[in-house]
């Protein structure tokens, strides 16, 4: 089993810049690609990033490219997101997630384990 625990979350104002980390305990995350989803209150989750188990393959959703900048130390067993620029709608839970798979996936569904998210809100 796999546990993530998200941190890094935070009140800040728009233009603004956070880094979201994860840590996984359990077993070593290094061979599983790993992804950042969030949430939005009254709205579904959706797909943030991915990148795959040796960090050389990244995908980012549209609303997210150029500001936000996966990456991960799997010496240390920890994912990060580094959000630059950031706007209100950006408002959400972000979660983090890992899939027993080496390969990037950008469906909810393809990963096995989840955090339990932390909370990033940025005010206008």
């Known amino acids: 089993q796999v546990q993530l625990v998200e941190s890094g979350g935070g009140l800040v104002q728009a233009g603004s810049s956070l880094r979201l980390s994860c840590a996984a305990s359990g077993r070593t995350v290094s061979t599983y690609a790993m992804g950042w989803f969030r949430q939005a209150p009254g709205k579904d989750r959706e797909f943030v990033v991915t990148?795959?188990?040796?960090?050389?393959?990244?995908y980012y959703a549209d609303a997210v490219k150029g500001r936000f900048t996966i990456s991960r130390d799997n010496a240390k067993n920890t994912l990060y997101l580094q959000m630059n620029s950031l706007k209100p709608e950006d408002t959400a839970v972000y979660y983090c997630a890992a899939r027993s798979r080496s390969g990037i996936a950008d469906q909810g569904g393809a990963y096995d384990y989840w955090g339990q998210g932390t909370q990033v809100t940025v005010s206008s």
């Open positions: 990148i795959n188990w040796s960090g050389a393959t990244t």
